[in-house]
């Protein structure tokens, strides 16, 4: 009888631990989990040859959508002052501080995850639109500036947003730190980050050294057009445009610091007369 009494308390208390796991890994857990946080002085571990000119005297990062209290503790470290550039363009805000992207808004049908989660940090499992904070308002809070600076990933980004981003960039101020992000932390940040890159180290350093050391760090490698197409939504004609763009803006930036035309729009209606650089495919 005791052995079976010591049985069942020890099976109830593995059941009881197993249930709580469970929870806890639906609740702390999500689907961008493996986008990276990083920062463009993070140690690159590698041993290929890639050049790293100027890449540390950047003050940036980037990553996925997150908490605030999260992100101020990542980026503890930081003296200056934050500006969070948000590469999004669809509808997104938060909810106690909270991502909505973490509850599940962003799908038509949220799965036990994000019932989960709905009901243990909201009070219910149906969806709040009322309760939805700006990102702005949030970020501004936590004493964070912002910008939202939208870029695609799976189509062209129109002409006038590539403008945007090279004017603020252009009259940002120098003692200022930037954090990119997005949904997931991948195509749109990876492309922003990219984009400053060239915009700071261009022609200094090569095109194909920005990519590389960029994807090093955690983004995506824009040169590869054939990565993703076993894992994810993106077409491969999606992927060449991406790459064919970041090879343009490389030119463009390149003739522009040369002293030629200034604005994006007015390069892409002429031919353009610097070369647009090669960029190598898979590594």
């Not at 890159?197 to 040169?223: F, T, W």
Request: charged residues 25%; aromatic residues 14%; glycine residues 6%.
């Amino acid at each position: 009888m005791f052995f079976n009494k010591r049985n069942f308390f020890i099976g109830s208390v593995v059941l009881f631990i197993s249930i709580i796991s469970v929870i806890f890994y639906f609740l702390s857990t999500d689907e961008y989990a493996d986008s990276k946080f990083r920062t463009m002085q993070n140690k690159i571990a590698s041993t290929e040859s890639v050049d790293l000119t100027g890449l540390d005297k950047l003050s940036a990062s980037g990553g996925p959508i997150m908490d605030f209290p999260t992100l101020k503790n990542k980026l503890g470290f930081v003296t200056k002052p934050i500006i969070i550039v948000d590469s999004m363009k669809e509808h997104h805000g938060y909810i106690n501080d909270i991502p909505i992207t973490f509850f599940g808004y962003h799908r038509k049908k949220p799965d036990l995850r994000y019932f989960l989660r709905r009901l243990f940090f909201t009070g219910t499992s149906q969806s709040q639109h009322e309760l939805i904070v700006q990102e702005r308002e949030v970020a501004q809070k936590y004493g964070f500036g912002y910008a939202n600076i939208r870029i695609d990933s799976k189509c062209v980004t129109p002409d006038a947003r590539v403008e945007e981003f090279v004017t603020y960039f252009d009259q940002a101020p120098e003692n200022v730190w930037f954090h990119f992000h997005c949904r997931h932390g991948k195509g749109r940040t990876s492309i922003a980050l990219v984009m400053y890159d060239i915009m700071k180290n261009a022609p200094e350093v090569s095109l194909e050294d920005i990519v590389r050391r960029q994807y090093l760090l955690g983004s995506v490698n824009l040169s590869d057009v054939a990565a993703w197409r076993k894992n994810s939504t993106y077409p491969s004609q999606a992927l060449e445009r991406r790459k064919k763009f970041i090879q343009q803006f490389y030119a463009f930036i390149c003739q522009r610091k040369a002293g030629g035309v200034r604005r994006w729009s007015e390069w892409r209606a002429s031919p353009p007369t610097s070369v647009v650089p090669a960029l190598a495919g898979n590594h």
